[in-house]
């Protein structure tokens, strides 16, 4: 009978152990590659101002780490944010097929597309 009991109690204790380590080691995996992804997040919003006017607005997010954000519509340059602009808007006309991208660089070099949306 003891034997018995030990035994379960031994198998319950490698099974949470051996859980409890693998829940460690996927939280670091993921916590790592979700850095590498996205390691700088910056908010952008468009409003509607009339049927082919809109204006674009830099909202929130990491804003201190950014170098400069260019703001495209498809490969024409139509202005940019500098750091901490938030809250400044760039007005722009926009046809339906047309698309805003914003690529930013950050202040560790790193450049990426941190918004795009086709109108």
């Keep these: 009978m003891k034997n018995g009991v030990s035994t379960i109690v031994g198998i319950l204790l490698m099974v949470a152990v051996t859980v409890l380590i693998s829940a460690i080691a996927i939280t670091l995996i993921f916590s790592f590659f979700s850095d590498i992804r996205n390691p700088n997040f910056v908010a ?7 049927e082919n006017d809109y204006t674009i607005s830099m909202v929130g997010g990491e ?7 260019r703001v495209y519509k498809n490969t024409i340059e ?3 944010f500098m750091r901490n602009e938030i809250g400044k808007t760039i007005n722009f006309r926009a046809n339906s097929g047309e698309y805003v991208r914003v690529v930013c660089k950050f202040i560790d070099k790193s450049e990426s597309v941190v918004f795009e949306r086709a109108m």
């Design 63 to 69: 804003v201190d780490k950014i170098e400069i954000c």
């Design 78 to 80: 139509i202005g940019n």
């Design 44 to 50: 952008f919003s468009i409003s509607k101002v009339t």
